[in-house]
């Protein structure tokens, strides 16, 4: 009778040595879970995971500054793109309100943005895009990594009536979107790309920017030749 | 004296080889039942039973694979991970260590009926080593050292205890033994499969009863504003259109990723529903939401795969996404490495294992269709994070993309009435 006790007994502690480890272990789980679940970080991998994960987000680069965010804003109002406005393009004058500094300053803002432009660069009175307009301008939009905005500001050189460069530099700006609304299939055209025409009269291009990606031969980057142009860049700023 | 008693040192060795099965098979349940917090932890992986390895050492990695394989345990979509087989296997060591000590107990007849029948119970692991063997070698191609612990006690139990049977057969008939009192062998068979069944059913009973409820975790995680492709970034990873819909943020070159792949297809629930992919390069080369490279190459071949679903849409014929998807999966670490070192070299290799994609790689087309990928993440605010997969809009949790992948899974599906 006792050899049966003791072969029952020994049995039990056998049986129970698994049942109670697995039990303790999960039951150690469930607790540490709970903890979590509580707030408390009861691990160093908890602890990790529990940090903030980044959320995808658009670009906001170094040199969006507050002047340069202050005039993408106004552009972007103005220029029907945020809010529920339908207008499409800025007039020259209201491009001088929105950005009430100097020409120069104007084009300073854009400076930092050298590896990210370019300038294409249209014969004599002319808004149509050649070859090498459209591949540099393919080349530059399809590099939007995570900016926001595509900013096309087309400019006239000062040959001729005042009124007929406006008209010309707003052809150069819409010729930039037609070949940008045949060339890319995106949906967010509209939201992204804010076209300005500057005309003659505000912020002219100087030859420093004769080092940028042009469209124009190299010998042809005098005043003038550089400002029968369209300059193209996307912005890397969040609003 | 072995002599004097027949099959004690065999039982004695029986006996020591089931506490070291039990040994190794605790430390798997441990590692396995760990996880239960939902957190990643470090495994026990060493001949040494209860020695903590590194997770990102190589000698763990046999380890890492088999512990997440859906082959480590079973009823994974009632269960959060399933119950682990080491478990059972903890059982069946306990329960052989107990017959050993119990024929050591006995004389005559009885020890040898109880031998005999303690060497066929004796198999029960080796058979169970065997099948789990073979799959790792063979499916999982891994070896993990506890797992050997495991299968090397099954091998000397099943020797030590034939031994034992052999020593008590040729022997015991020379000592008294009342042999009307002892059971026949229908009722040891009976007896000890009972047996065999508590040492095994209880602990899982305990650890299926212990376990937190787990359900109220499924679909807690978030879910997408909506699901709509406006700019055709997302590329079909099926043709199961009656399938839930479902989007999977991944990285072709994340080995995460990969191992979420295939642990998908293993379990069978990538029939339940129809995948769409939103590619997500953690790559800085295209993704400006990351600091450096973590995947080298992995932009370029992201643009391979828009490129190969764009060609098949547009003429059929060629490699189709998916073609360029399993090969950057099994080819990642090679194309981490060599774009590390070169940075064209990711485009070269494509180029050489698809020469139909290498006009199309790095055209401004293709760029811009990646970059509409990343932003469709932007637009719906997603974490920067692969791999990711959205059943039906709802988020699967991260920490239910591995063990508990099965089981929250199916809540998922089963919460959106999926067939």
């Known amino acids: 009778m006792s050899s049966i006790a003791l072969r029952v007994g020994v049995g039990i502690v056998c049986a129970v040595i698994p049942t109670f480890m697995a039990g303790g272990w999960v039951r150690g789980a469930g607790k540490r879970l709970a903890k979590i679940e509580a707030g408390e970080v009861v691990s160093d991998e908890a602890e990790a995971e529990a940090g903030d994960v980044a959320i995808a987000t658009a670009a906001d680069e170094g040199y969006c500054n507050g002047d340069l965010r202050k005039i993408l804003r106004r552009v972007l109002q103005s220029c029907g793109l945020l809010g529920s406005g339908e207008v499409r393009g800025c007039q020259p004058l209201q491009a001088k309100n929105v950005a009430t500094m100097t020409g120069e300053d104007f084009n300073a803002l854009f400076l930092p943005l050298s590896q990210r432009a370019g300038i294409i660069q249209f014969d004599k009175d002319s808004s149509e895009l050649d070859q090498q307009d459209t591949a540099l301008l393919d080349k530059i939009f399809a590099d939007q990594r995570g900016a926001s905005y595509f900013f096309v500001v087309a400019r006239s050189s000062p040959e001729g009536e005042a009124e007929h460069n406006r008209e010309l530099s707003q052809k150069r700006a819409d010729a930039v979107m037609t070949r940008l609304r045949t060339a890319f299939n995106d949906p967010d055209l509209d939201r992204e790309v804010g076209m300005l025409w500057l005309g003659e009269e505000y912020a002219q291009l100087d030859t420093n920017f004769c080092a940028w990606s042009r469209s124009g031969a190299t010998d042809k980057c005098k005043p003038k030749d550089i400002n029968r142009s369209a300059f193209v860049a996307w912005i890397d700023c969040r609003l | ?419």
Request: proline content about 5%.
């Open chain 2, 1 to 419: 004296m072995a002599g004097s008693v027949p099959g004690r040192l065999h039982l004695v060795i029986v006996v020591i080889a089931c506490i070291v099965g039990l040994a190794f098979a605790s430390v798997s349940t441990f590692d396995f039942a760990q996880h239960l917090d939902r957190q990643v932890h470090d495994l026990h992986c060493s001949f040494i039973p209860g020695q903590r390895t590194n997770a990102i050492d190589g000698e763990a990695v046999g380890c890492q694979v088999t512990l997440m394989s859906p082959y480590s345990s079973v009823f994974r979509t009632r269960v959060w991970g399933g119950i682990p087989i080491s478990l059972p296997a903890m059982g069946v060591f306990a329960f052989l260590a107990f017959r050993a000590l119990d024929t050591l107990g006995r004389r005559g007849l009885a020890r040898r009926r109880s031998a005999a029948w303690l060497f066929i119970f004796s198999f029960v692991p080796l058979l169970a080593s065997i099948v789990m063997g073979a799959i790792a070698l063979v499916e999982l191609e891994a070896a993990c050292k506890v797992c050997i612990g495991i299968y090397g006690a099954s091998l000397v139990v099943v020797l030590a205890a034939g031994l034992a049977h052999a020593s008590c057969r040729h022997t015991v008939d020379d000592e008294d033994s009342s042999a009307s009192s002892v059971p026949t062998n229908g009722v040891w068979a009976m007896v000890g499969a009972a047996q065999l069944g508590a040492f095994v059913g209880i602990p899982m009973l305990a650890y299926v009863g212990m376990m937190p409820d787990y359900s109220r975790y499924v679909g807690t995680c978030g879910r997408l504003p909506d699901t709509a492709d406006p700019g055709g970034v997302m590329v079909a990873l099926d043709i199961n259109a009656a399938g839930t819909p479902a989007v999977e943020v991944f990285d072709p070159l994340c080995p995460a990723c990969r191992a979420f792949d295939k642990r998908l297809a293993a379990s069978g629930l990538d029939a339940r529903l129809h995948r769409r992919a939103v590619l997500f390069p953690l790559d800085d080369t295209c993704n400006w939401m990351v600091e450096g490279a973590v995947h080298p190459g992995a932009c370029t071949i992201s643009e391979a795969i828009l490129c190969a679903d764009a060609a098949s849409q547009k003429v059929g014929g060629g490699p189709t996404a998916n073609m360029v998807i399993e090969w950057a999966f099994e080819a990642q670490d090679n194309i981490r490495a060599a774009t590390k070192a070169d940075p064209t070299a990711a485009k070269r290799l494509v180029g050489e294992r698809f020469p139909e994609l290498a006009s199309c790689v790095g055209t401004a087309e293709v760029q811009q269709r990646l970059n509409k990928s990343l932003r469709w993440a932007v637009a719906h605010s997603i974490p920067v994070l692969t791999p990711q997969l959205y059943v039906g809009g709802v988020k699967l949790c991260p920490e239910d993309t591995d063990l508990g992948l099965e089981y929250s899974l199916t809540g998922l599906l089963e919460k959106r009435g999926s067939p």
